[in-house]
T-cell receptor, first 112, second 115 residues
Framework: GEDVEQSLFLSVREGDSSVINCTYT??????LYWYKQEPGAGLQLLTY?????DMKQDQRLTVLLNKKDKHLSLRIADTQTGDSAIYFCAESIETGRRALTFGSGTRLQVQP | DSGVTQTPKHLITATGQRVTLRCSPRSGDLSVYWYQQSLDQGLQFLIQYYNGEERAKGNILERFSAQQFPDLHSELNLSSLELGDSALYFC??????????????FGEGSRLTVL
């Protein structure tokens, strides 16, 4: 079955790098995603990675995928106070069912 | 602004009551998803509709039901409400075409409080 796990909380200082980790169980996942939820708002897609890729970089964001260990990580370089939010990883499988399975979310707190 | 509209934003009701949450997807999106976000359960997938038909079911209780109308808006009906149903209910929509990335666009949610 599908299960996505994340640590619940991460605190970093402004300017440092943040690394948020996620493990998933479904090896048939086609896409893996990182969503961001700011206070009082819905989830917004930050970035995604296709399952045949190992790494994807998008400005301050770096996504690493280790398919063997079913491990996904999101690195945010030069973390800013505006990055404080809850970050969700999610997976999607292409079996006609496109609903995403989300992790529990990691709350990132950036200290000034 | 994701383009997905949910109403109401906040709702307070009593146990045993019934409520309806409404969602208008992004223009052109055929798929609508409902998710429940609670403190102890995280973000749980409830149900998906595609062009008016139910496509996938997740952890949706029998007391809950949903539908998608010909104009593609969707409603989530919650009945015989219990305290534990208090949560943030999200609607999301997607394009659902072959080779798309599967990105979901989320509304801002409807916060339900059951007293």
């Amino acid at each position: 079955g599908e299960d996505v796990e994340q640590s619940l909380f991460l605190s970093v200082r402004e300017g440092d790098s943040s690394v948020i980790n996620c493990t998933y169980t479904d090896s048939s996942s086609t896409y893996l995603y990182w969503y961001k939820q700011e206070p009082g708002a819905g989830l917004q897609l930050l970035t995604y990675i296709f399952s045949n890729m190992d790494m994807k970089q998008d400005q301050r964001l770096t996504v690493l995928l280790n398919k063997k260990d079913k491990h996904l990580s999101l690195r945010i370089a030069d973390t800013q106070t505006g990055d404080s939010a809850i970050y969700f990883c999610a997976e999607s499988i292409e079996t006609g069912r496109r609903a995403l399975t989300f992790g529990s979310g990691t709350r990132l707190q950036v200290q000034p | 602004d994701s383009g997905v509209t949910q109403t109401p934003k906040h709702l307070i009701t009593a146990t045993g009551q019934r409520v309806t949450l409404r969602c208008s997807p992004r223009s052109g999106d055929l798929s609508v998803y409902w998710y429940q976000q609670s403190l102890d359960q995280g973000l749980q997938f409830l149900i998906q509709y595609y062009n008016g038909e139910e496509r996938a079911k997740g952890n949706i209780l029998e007391r809950f039901s949903a539908q998608q109308f010909p104009d593609l808006h969707s409603e989530l009906n919650l009945s015989s409400l219990e305290l534990g149903d208090s949560a943030l209910y999200f609607c999301a929509s997607s394009v659902e075409v072959l080779a798309d990335t599967g990105e979901l666009f989320f509304g801002e949610g409807s916060r339900l409080t059951v007293l």
